[in-house]
Nanobody, 123 residues
Framework: VQLQASGGGLVQTGGSLELACAAS????????MGWFRQAPGKEREFVAD????????SYADSMKGRFTISRDNAKNTVYLQMNSLKQEDTAIYYC?????????????????WGQGTLVTVSS
């Protein structure tokens, strides 16, 4: 399984970015996908996840209303639209997936991780 994240960059406070994660080596439409992030000096934290059918989604409280996770099963890609970005959103963002198909609609224990993409929010 390979997960390739892209779309990170430098953005000003209040701006928007869309991250994408292209997956290969798995039957994408049967895997829950998610995003996590790790800010400098902090532990990795959950951002959002989306079930294999693209119906069930969940978000960390601090991202609700600002971030939207979605997926395109035809393109084997999961997205994270980030709006109203704050300096505290600065982090490396990782996409992740379960260790197997149809595990759960929540990504509580990822089995595979992507390499991460850096998001920097400036003042």
């Amino acid at each position: 399984v390979q997960l390739q994240a892209s779309g990170g960059g430098l953005v000003q406070t209040g701006g928007s970015l869309e991250l994408a994660c292209a997956a290969s080596g798995l039957i994408f439409s049967s895997y829950t996908m998610g995003w996590f992030r790790q800010a400098p000096g902090k532990e990795r934290e959950f951002v959002a996840d989306i079930g294999w059918a693209g119906i069930a989604t969940s978000y960390a409280d601090s991202m609700k209303g600002r971030f939207t996770i979605s997926r395109d099963n035809a393109k084997n890609t999961v997205y994270l639209q980030m709006n109203s970005l704050k300096q505290e959103d600065t982090a490396i963002y990782y996409c992740a997936t379960d260790s197997g198909p149809y595990q759960s609609n929540r990504l509580t224990a990822p089995g595979y991780w992507g390499q991460g993409t850096l998001v920097t929010v400036s003042s």
